[in-house]
């Protein structure tokens, strides 16, 4: 479908539904000439302002070659990108096309020019590439891909870090701003921790640790370990006290590994008598703390590491990740039956219970970390893009909309609305509540809208549903906090109509939020008294 708008957006006129496929880019040169291009390899072109359109005769490579974007730089000369890495060209306005040797078969999504006349072209895991002589050559500017951000800390409000492969990201006013630092020390890791505004640890996969005391800007090796291991997380409970945990398997053996140090300088090997291998470790406190591992190991201490006991769980599969909210609350990954699950905790880790198992979750699809912002607001992210929220504190779960295919490493929720997430090929992924954006909205079509917006006195939420659902509406401080719930109930499929009594609420921003089965719509709204 192709819309057009001659009032800057206000209304939008529908001009072609007729194309065969998505359409992914549409270039115009004047108010009557352009392009439009998508699915199996298809360029439509019209000269009459989008009314007409005639389809051109691109090569023909099969149904699963699919135009991502193109560039024109002028009504004659343009190119096209596809999910193949193939990269077309045309002199004559789409007459005809030539394939040009890109070098690659990394999947592009996106192409475009500069005023010096270089092309560009960008793809999977931040591949860019970029021609000077209109396609004959191309040079490799970033090959992002090896590019993968681990951990993320905020040790204030403000200060917070990105640590990956090759160096990390540093923000000092609250994520608004990241900038990058490089470091050839940490270009194997496999974890980091900050503990405080200006100190880090991070780790590589055979057990050497660095350290960092000027918050990146340089580090200093704290251990080395005599032979290659596998170590898989590193955790500080206090500047002073940190656990390093790994393992693994060979063909007839299996082992586990621990370094604690409690100085933060000097790393000594820990007597942990389990074999299994270790996958992460946790401290609520200074004393008591968590190991997980492979085949349902989850080991405690509560003398800062000099005992550890075993405890029992439901799984003889492999234990991931741990964490905790607060003194009792915390969660843990695992497998169960071949599919990843969430445990909870309410007791200080005493006890486990089944949490949230997703029962739509693809064979690539695994979950890689839990955090909760507090008791309601909590973010599951995995592998291929995988992302669920809740705002109920669990009892259900949306599945937010895929905006990458890279492996999602880590989240960390400030709140409610707003937070951050990371994963390979350079992946940083946040919630804006400023501008009320949720880059993590679910892809079920429903729509919303408010209106009059700016309001003052009442306003009314307009919102369609696709099918008869239960519905929940409430409205949310700029800060996530929800203010107070406005509905509650189950909607019929169809169109609906809420009036708002704005009087008792100050001037400022809020969102409003409508949750309907897995589906969440949230939209800002701005209060003038």
Known sequence: IIMKTSDYGESWDTL???????????????SLKGYTSGYNNRVYKTTSGGEV???????????????????????????????????LRTFNAGATWDSL????????????SNSEGNLYAGGLGGKIIRTNDQGLNWQEVSNGAYINLISIDFPTSEKGFITGTGGLFKTMNSGQQWDYIEAEELDYIVDAHFIGPETGFAMDSEGTIYRTSDAGESWTL??????????????????????????GYSSNNTWSMALRT??????????????????????????EGFICGDEGTLLYTSNSGNNWSLKIMDTTYKLIDINFLNQN?????????????VYRTTDGGNSWHEFFQPLDLKSNEKINAVRFADTVNGFVVGSNGLIYKTIDGGESWFRARKITNNFLNDVYPRGGFDGFITGTGGTILRMDPVVGIDPLASEESHSFSIYPNPASGTTTLHFTLHASLFTVIDIYGIDGKKIYEIDRGL????????????????????????MSGQSRMTEKLIIQQ
């Open 16 to 30: 072609s539904n007729l194309f065969d496929g998505h359409l992914y880019a549409i270039w115009f040169s004047d």
């Open 53 to 87: 359109w005639a389809i051109l005769d691109t090569p023909n490579w099969g149904s699963n070659h699919h135009i991502r974007d193109m560039e024109f730089t002028d009504f004659n000369t343009g190119y096209t990108v596809d999910i193949h890495g193939i990269i």
């Open 101 to 112: 040797n890109s070098q690659t078969t990394t999947p592009f999504y996106a192409i475009g």
């Open 222 to 247: 704290q251990h080395q370990d005599d032979k290659a291991q596998s170590y898989n997380a590193i955790y500080m409970a206090s500047p002073m006290l940190g656990f390093a945990v790994g393992g």
């Open 262 to 287: 409690t100085d933060g300088e000097n790393w000594t090997n820990l007597p942990i008598s389990h074999v299994k291998p270790l996958q992460d470790v946790y401290f609520i406190n200074t004393s």
């Open 329 to 341: 609350i915390g969660f843990m990954v695992g497998i169960k039956a071949g599919s990843s699950i």
């Open 491 to 514: 909607k019929d499929r169809g169109n609906h109509e809420i009036q708002i009594d704005l009087q008792h609420l100050p001037e400022g921003v809020y969102l409003i939020s409508i």
